[in-house]
């Protein structure tokens, strides 16, 4: 991190994000993160299925997969001509149907299909006509409710928007792991790199955001360890279902493994006046260095993703 001096501005570095911290692009983020969920192939325990035989997006004479292809499908259908961020439009079923939803999301292969489609449209309806009738059209305004706080975001989000509410149940006990919410505050903040709509007060409250990517990165780097039951279980490609204890652990101890980190680090930037090397640190920005790391090593990393839809 001292080396690459990692910091918000690495955010728009990366080719398929938005170059202007504008309001289009703050509704380009909330659509993406309102998606962005579940890329992995169902195909993955087939080896005899190639690469090109799973859900990916071509784009500008580039393929994409996972995450990223995401963000290929909306530039695509931006460039198209379909004006897919706006929340009224994406809303109506008369405006934008579903076929022309399926549209945007067409795979370079044609056997293949984005994941969880039918699940990816009520949330993109339930979310357009939530912002329409209760945001005058725009999650903006949802931003300037919050009072340049990101905890008085959060709420806002997960009381209003249903299919942001990530809580399950661990051992009797309600937990909250909010990934894609906290997500979509933590991108605001850092593609206005903590100014204008993405000030805020108390940006440090987020924690990481508990995926698949980021544990199995967590598990190469040694910050987390996998029992050897867990490890033959991820490599049979065993479904995890969403709220059982496995996948809850995984993503529970990804989220204080990233504190602990962020406390060391902290600890030894002071040891060695090293602060100014690491311009910002929190779980944040702790979190989108890690998933970088995870997408360049992917071949790299001893342990499977786990899988849970």
Request: charged share 30%; net charge negative; glycine share 4%.
């Amino acid at each position: 991190m001292k080396v690459k001096k990692y910091s918000t501005s690495n955010w728009k570095k990366h080719d398929l994000h938005p170059k202007t911290a504008d309001e289009k692009t703050i509704e380009w983020i909330f659509l993406v993160d309102l998606l962005n969920f579940s890329f992995w192939s169902d195909l993955d325990k087939d080896t005899d299925i190639s690469e090109n035989q799973k859900f990916s997006i071509t784009f500008k004479n580039q393929q994409y997969t996972g995450y990223w292809s995401l963000c290929a499908a909306i530039n695509r259908s931006i460039e198209e001509g379909i004006p897919i961020t706006t929340p009224s439009f994406y809303g109506s079923e008369t405006a934008l149907s579903d076929q022309v939803i399926q549209h945007i999301f067409r795979s370079s292969s044609p056997n293949s299909q984005i994941p969880l489609l039918k699940e990816r449209i009520e949330c993109i309806r339930e979310a357009g006509k939530v912002l329409t009738t209760k945001f005058d059209g725009s999650f903006i305004n949802c931003i300037k409710t919050s009072n340049k706080s990101c905890i008085n975001l959060l709420k806002i989000i997960v009381d209003n928007f249903p299919c942001f509410r990530d809580e399950t149940m661990f051992l009797g006990k309600k937990v909250y792991l909010y990934k894609r919410a906290q997500i979509l505050i933590a991108d605001i903040w850092a593609c206005f790199e903590g100014k204008g709509y993405g000030e805020f007060k108390d940006i440090d409250e987020i924690t990481m955001f508990a995926d698949y990517r980021v544990p199995q990165a967590l598990h190469h780097l040694g910050a987390i360890k996998y029992s050897d039951n867990l490890i033959k279980t991820l490599e049979r490609h065993e479904l995890l279902e969403y709220g059982s204890r496995l996948e809850v652990e995984i993503r529970g101890c990804s989220i204080w493994a990233v504190e602990l980190l962020r406390r060391e680090i902290k600890r030894m930037a002071e040891r060695e006046n090293g602060q100014d090397m690491i311009p910002v640190l929190n779980a944040i920005i702790l979190d989108f260095f890690i998933w970088d790391f995870a997408k360049e090593h992917t071949n790299e990393l001893e342990v499977e993703i786990h899988r849970t839809r």
